[in-house]
T-cell receptor, first 113, second 114 residues
Framework: EPEVTQTPSHQVTQMGQEVILRCVPI?????FYWYRQILGQKVEFLVS????????KSEIFDDQFSVERPDGSNFTLKIRSTKLEDSAMYFC???????????FGAGTRLSVL | GQQLNQSPQSMFIQEGEDVSMNCTSS?????WLWYKQDPGEGPVLLIA?????ELTSNGRLTAQFGITRKDSFLNISASIPSDVGIYFC??????????????FGQGTTLQVKP
């Protein structure tokens, strides 16, 4: 069964460093998403991406965040200068054109020290 | 902002018991999804609801989309130890356009005692 894959599973970084979280969405999907889940809290929307541009972003998604689809398969989330409060699980999700169901990856745990 | 209020926050039940959890909102949703999350994993879809009043089953799971499109419940019958996890409701707001952004409830943590 097709699945969304995310790498790495765990990323440890120093405050102020740049990180890139990687995702490979399901191959025929056209809409891509990043969500964040701080430990013990609910999943929060960060950004949606369609047709090579951001279609919606939340207040969390400030100038330190950016997304990119550098080729036909990868979808990345970059945090330019990490802060302690960026520590969370980051989930990538994708859906196809005709459906409302988003399929999630297993997530990347980001730990900012 | 838009919120989904999910309850109960946690449940500790005996194996074999039935479970019920629900989500409510003041906003109208055009799609309602129920996900399960195991520790260290991403949310896995359990049931999707699209129509007001829709009642859908998936094995021992049953979910309904409220008539007003502002609420939903999830029932699990005859719980087993592998039902342990966190259950989230998630909705796509009516009028959210083509983005498909999902709003999540706070989650219900389910523990099952064998």
């Amino acid at each position: 069964e097709p699945e969304v894959t995310q790498t790495p599973s765990h990323q440890v970084t120093q405050m102020g460093q740049e990180v890139i979280l990687r995702c490979v969405p399901i191959s025929n999907h056209l809409y891509f998403y990043w969500y964040r889940q701080i430990l013990g809290q609910k999943v929060e929307f960060l950004v949606s991406f369609y047709n090579n541009e951001i279609s919606e972003k939340s207040e969390i998604f400030d100038d330190q965040f950016s997304v990119e689809r550098p080729d036909g398969s990868n979808f990345t989330l970059k945090i330019r200068s990490t802060k302690l409060e960026d520590s969370a699980m980051y989930f990538c999700a994708s859906r196809d054109r005709g459906g409302n169901i988003q399929y999630f990856g297993a997530g990347t745990r980001l730990s900012v020290l | 902002g838009q919120q989904l209020n999910q309850s109960p926050q946690s449940m500790f039940i005996q194996e074999g018991e039935d479970v019920s959890m629900n989500c409510t909102s003041s906003s109208i949703f055009n799609t309602w999804l129920w996900y399960k999350q195991d520790p260290g994993e991403g949310p896995v879809l359990l049931i999707a609801l699209y129509k007001a009043g829709e009642l859908t089953s998936n094995g021992r799971l049953t979910a309904q989309f409220g008539i007003t499109r502002k609420d939903s419940f999830l029932n699990i019958s005859a719980s087993i130890p592998s039902d342990v996890g966190i259950y989230f409701c998630a909705g796509q707001l009516q009028g959210s356009g083509n983005t498909g952004k999902l709003i999540f409830g706070q989650g219900t943590t389910l523990q099952v005692k064998p």
